[in-house]
């Protein structure tokens, strides 16, 4: 819990609870968290307040003899925020496939059915999200190189609905190493969004990192995004 004593009154509490069972075969993961209205997020932060937050997963990790697959993980996993008077905020259930390679790569292959419910409108460059309840579906697929060699990249490709119209997403991303004390990473992302009666946009995201060790006592980092 948190306690302003100061300039707010009011306190409030967050808690979280979580339990999570693996063996070579089988996955369950469970949590709940809990954040009150006022709970003020002092020391970390929280997307969101008043909600409660319920996720559960289950999956398995089958081996085999297959050629270049060292692992496979069928799961499916759930998402679910409540206000705490009970009203759905958001939902997402998940149902993927994931394949882990013998040269260190993976792949991902997933579908998510969402439901948002929208309070207050917002805009997405030029075209506005108009408040309501909203149910969708996304596909989703990414690949990433093994993080072993001194260039390792990822591509992630997803479409589907959003928001009452439809959303095509593309992303890549790379990460180089010189040496064992810098790491470079840069990334792009170019989504198209269509909502019903208003034109198409784009919105693209651009970033790069830099991460430099010098000890085992200093680093330093530089972030920039556009």
Known sequence: ST?????RPESG????VSVAWRDPFWEFVGMVRHFDDSFNPRTGFIRRRGVRHVYGSAGIHPRGDWPLVQEVNPYVEWHNFQTLG?????R?????????FNDGAMARVSVTDLFERVDDPFDVREVTVQPGSYDFREVSANYTS???RPVSGRVTVSGGGYFGG???SVSGSMLGRLGYRVLMTGSAQHNRIELPGQAPTTADVFSAKVDAFFSTRLLTSA????
């Open 3 to 7: 306690d302003d004593s100061g300039a």
């Open 86 to 90: 009970g009203d759905l905020e958001t």
């Open 146 to 148: 093994s993080g072993a």
């Open 166 to 168: 439809d959303r095509f």
């Open 223 to 226: 972030f920039v995004q556009y």
């Open 13 to 16: 509490t967050a808690g979280r």
């Open 92 to 100: 997402e259930v998940t149902a993927g496939l994931d394949f882990d």
